[in-house]
């Protein structure tokens, strides 16, 4: 039997050159001789990372360079899950971050769209901008605790919203255009905005989709909102609610930038859960924790260097908007894109890529798939010369995917697979520059955090799957929930499961090199047998078969007994007969285990899917057993779950 290897292994030069490497050298900590040694030195440095953890968020403070208006008084106080209080006493903003330094004329961001539209600002410029529409909020009322909310597409004047918003203390809160009135107004309506940011429509696969209507009906219905701004993104000169003023009208033409000094833990952002199976949760991220490991992440993980362009294919209303706009924080600059991936043909993002001389481009495993099956040669067509890394989130990365990109994308490339959350604002797995690529493994853990695997004792597990932990505080954890003053539904989050310890709702294992391997939600884990099974195995030989697109699996109790179904969306020019149905299960059992063997598959025309992308196994599972789902809002296509909810009044049989 053969020794597996990695696919990849950095160079003896990227390791030298990381910022991970310097960073460990100021702590005198032996930077990796040797590439194909990488994986034992990482390991060695998060695990003192996590040991000593005051000392290593101290350090990372200052290899930073992090401001404080007031110092702090401590790096941590009353340490504890939950409860603990990372820099007690620090004042700060984190707009001034990512707005400080670099070359006034130096690109801040390239903002395009699937029509050729392409809007360039410098670092001067968006300054600028940042500081007209913040004089303005700041003449509204607007300041520390306040709302300002943005239903915008992933454009500069989302960035320009936020970073304007969150510099004078105030909390900034975002959707995408794509969501509907009761989706809106079920995430703005429990925070009420002061102010509403909103667009006249968007462009999705060569469609013009006009959202003036919409806004008008969301803005009549949030309670103590005072403003509406338009941005007129579809027309100059759009019809749109007459209360409303244009967003270039709106900015103030004398302004002066100023920051307001605010705790570390200051709200800063609210983002929602998903909202499948209820309305979503609102959950309050603060400065300095976002800013911080958003540091950490983009300096050391990512080793993303000033004036590198940094891409994610993402929306405003998914935590990975603010994950990339905090990379101005390093020098980079952003590359933002709004519209289809494959319009007006399936290489319009490494088309992007290839122009801009992208070198960290993110993505999704759906969309790599989506490549793989229609056979796009992305390296042949492109010159992706930038290109370093490659990032890939939203659900489980298969070990094809990784063949896929090495193979046809950029031999030379790290691809990092990174996982984490809305909850954390962050990742508790992800790259890093010392690490060797192993085939259908996350590169490791994040430094400082306390990151393990228990069964269902509470126990860590090594080599086998169980529940993604994190045994120790951290300093991007939620300030809190929106309207939960005795801090209950938080605690019943994250803490219920485990007392004293987070438990983060991913079904994990970690390997003996200290990888990762993601296996899907636990709430969504099948459990035939008394064996758990991570749904992203069954999808990881399901969907490499060339006849099946798309593919959800759920667990379907009938007299006491779970038995695993299988649902399939077939690629045109091919239909579920016995003869795929043999082959589905012949490929699961030979891959796979004969448990892993679905009781029965049956074809669906859609698999619903979250508006970030992920499948929703919880909401298919519930209207298999003829139970609602409460919040159809949520999804990016609701009408999917009728299928499903037909066969649940049918009782399942």
Not at 408 to 436: E, R
Not at 567 to 578: E, N, P, S
Not at 635 to 649: M, Q, S, W
Request: glycine fraction near 10%; include cysteine; charge should be positive.
């Amino acid at each position: 039997m053969k020794t597996p290897k990695p696919i990849w292994r950095p160079s003896a030069e990227r390791v030298a050159v990381s910022d991970l490497s310097r960073f460990a050298t100021a702590l005198g900590f032996p930077v990796p001789g040797l590439p194909g040694e990488g994986h034992v030195a990482y390991g060695e440095l998060w695990r003192w990372s996590v040991a000593e953890r005051e000392r290593f968020w101290q350090d990372l403070w200052n290899f930073c360079g992090v401001q404080a208006h007031v110092k702090p008084q401590a790096v941590l106080a009353d340490d504890g899950l939950p409860g603990a209080r990372w820099f007690p006493g620090a004042k700060l903003n984190y707009a001034e971050h990512l707005l400080r330094g670099g070359s006034e004329r130096a690109p801040a961001l390239i903002a395009r769209d699937e029509s050729g539209r392409r809007m360039e600002l410098s670092r001067e410029q968006l300054r600028r901008q940042v500081a007209e529409l913040a004089q303005r909020l700041s003449e509204d009322g607007v300041g520390p605790g306040d709302r300002v909310a943005g239903f915008l597409p992933n454009a500069e004047h989302a960035v320009v919203a936020m970073l304007a918003t969150t510099s004078l203390g105030a909390i900034w809160s975002s959707c995408s255009p794509d969501f509907g009135e009761r989706g809106v107004l079920e995430r703005f309506g429990q925070i009420q905005p002061k102010v509403l940011i909103a667009c006249d429509g968007y462009r999705y696969g060569g469609k013009r989709i006009d959202t003036a209507a919409r806004v008008g009906a969301i803005a009549a219905q949030l309670q103590g909102l005072k403003r509406l701004v338009m941005v007129p993104y579809l027309d100059p000169r759009p019809e749109w609610p007459a209360a409303a003023v244009c967003f270039d009208d709106y900015r103030s033409r004398a302004p002066l930038l100023d920051f307001a000094a605010v705790d570390f833990n200051h709200p800063l952002l609210v983002m929602y859960s998903s909202g499948t199976t209820g309305v979503p949760k609102c959950i309050v991220h603060g400065h300095g924790g976002t800013l911080l490991q958003h540091l950490k992440e983009h300096a050391l993980h990512g080793d993303i260097r000033p004036g590198e362009r940094v891409f994610f294919f993402t929306t405003c209303g998914w935590m990975m908007w603010n994950w990339l706009v905090s990379a101005l924080a390093v020098g980079a600059t952003l590359v933002l894109y709004d519209g289809s991936p494959f319009w007006p043909r399936p290489g319009a993002l490494w088309l992007l890529a290839a122009a801009e001389g992208v070198s960290h481009f993110g993505t999704s495993p759906k969309y790599l798939s989506a490549l793989a099956k229609n056979g796009y040669p992305v390296g042949a067509q492109h010159d992706l010369a930038a290109l370093r890394t490659i990032y890939s989130t939203g659900s489980p990365l298969a070990p094809e995917q990784f063949d896929y990109v090495y193979a046809t994308i950029k031999a030379d490339v790290q691809l990092a697979s990174i996982s984490g959350g809305t909850d954390i604002v962050s990742c508790f797995a992800l790259g890093n520059p010392w690490s060797p690529v192993w085939r259908g493994e996350l590169q490791g853990p994040g430094l400082g955090l306390a990151v393990n695997v228990f069964d269902e004792h509470g126990k860590p597990l090594c080599g086998k799957p169980g529940e993604l932990v994190c045994t120790k505080s951290f300093p991007s954890m939620p300030v809190a929930f929106w309207n939960d003053a005795d801090g209950s539904r938080y605690r019943q989050a994250y803490f219920q499961r485990f007392p004293g310890v987070w438990h983060h709702g991913d079904y994990a294992l970690m390997t003996t090199r200290d990888t990762l391997v993601i296996q899907g939600r636990s709430d969504a884990t099948l459990n035939p047998g008394g064996v758990r099974i991570g749904t992203a195995e069954i999808y990881r030989v399901v969907e490499a078969l060339p006849e099946i697109a798309d593919a959800v699996a759920v667990g379907h109790l009938r007299d006491g007994e779970e038995r695993v179904i299988l649902f399939v969306v077939t690629r045109d020019g091919h239909k579920l007969d016995a003869a795929l149905d043999r082959r589905i299960k012949s490929a699961i059992r030979e891959q796979l285990t004969p448990r892993h063997l679905p009781y029965r598959i049956l074809a669906c025309p859609q698999v619903p899917r979250t508006l970030s992308g992920k499948v929703t196994e919880v909401a298919v599972r519930e209207l298999i057993h003829g139970r609602p789902v409460r919040n159809a809002a949520a999804l990016a296509n609701p009408k999917a779950l009728e299928f499903f909810r037909k066969l649940g009044r049918a009782q399942f049989r």
